[in-house]
């Protein structure tokens, strides 16, 4: 008689149990007030950076400049994806209206598909996969418990810089 053992790896769906149920903790702990002489973008901008490291990301750059454009942040995601971030903050939600991400227009994303392949070049990541990411964060009423929305791959890279994957 012949016994076939379960395929099912208990101790790796326990462990991603245990690492959802720790990310989601992370996540309803409260973000940090903002600094007396912080612009709202600056805020959106460091709510955005810590709602990411709490998802897992490691954080390589914080406001990248160039003369091509500006990368809000630059994260990397499980050792093996460049994730270009652009972060749009409102203090509060307009009625009517899709939100701050709609902000993220043609001419925005060529010139974050410009800045992120001017990165990845002097960094020699040319041959890693990266992908442009756009987060919401709406402040609202409550101080520390601003409304965030993630869009993963929010875009493909625009114009001749197709570098993402």
């Keep these: ?43 959106g901008e460091r709510i955005a950076s810590i709602y990411l490291e709490r998802q897992g990301y490691f954080i390589l750059e914080r406001s990248f400049r160039l003369k091509s454009g500006e990368i809000d942040l630059i994260a990397a995601w499980q ?23 709609d902000a993220v227009d043609d001419r925005k994303q060529e010139k974050i598909s410009r800045t992120a392949m001017t990165y990845m070049k002097r960094h020699r990541l040319l ?26 791959n929010a875009f493909e890279a625009v114009g001749s810089f197709q570098m993402f994957s």
Excluded at 11 to 25: E, G, P, Q
Excluded at 27 to 36: E, F, G, S
Excluded at 128 to 149: C, F, H, K, T
């Design 1 to 43: 008689m012949n016994l076939a053992k379960p395929i099912v790896d208990w101790s790796s769906a326990f462990a991603n149990r245990l690492r959802s149920d720790w990310i989601t903790w992370r996540l309803a702990k409260p973000y940090p007030l903002r600094k007396q002489n912080e612009s709202v973008g600056a805020y």
């Design 79 to 101: 050792r093996r994806v460049v994730v270009f971030v652009e972060v749009k903050t409102w203090a509060v939600q307009l009625e009517n209206s899709g939100g701050p991400s």
């Design 127 to 152: 041959d890693a996969a990266g992908r442009a990411d756009v987060i919401e964060v709406v402040l609202g009423g409550s101080p520390q418990r601003p409304n965030i929305r993630h869009f993963e």
